[in-house]
């Protein structure tokens, strides 16, 4: 019977995980500026602030609306 060796991943060895290291270099350094970063952060915050807004005019719109009753059906 033969003994199989478990296999540990070492990053070091792996050309993906090295490869995804200088694509990230290359990224970070042809990306936005931190004040562009600051900007599209801020772009995002308001963006939900306007979801958020949108959500509580339809609740207050539905919390206005006259409670409908249900009908009533006959079931043989």
Do not use: W
Not at 48 to 73: N, T
Request: proline share 4%.
């Amino acid at each position: 019977m033969t003994e199989e060796k478990e296999y540990v991943h070492n990053p070091a060895d792996c050309v993906c995980c090295r490869a995804g290291d200088v694509i990230g270099r290359m990224v970070r350094a042809f990306g936005p500026s931190s004040e562009a970063r600051q900007h599209f952060r801020q772009s995002r915050v308001e963006f939900l602030k306007g979801i958020r807004k949108v959500v509580d005019d339809r609740i207050e719109k539905v919390s206005r609306a006259p409670h409908q009753k249900g009908s009533r059906i006959v079931v043989d």
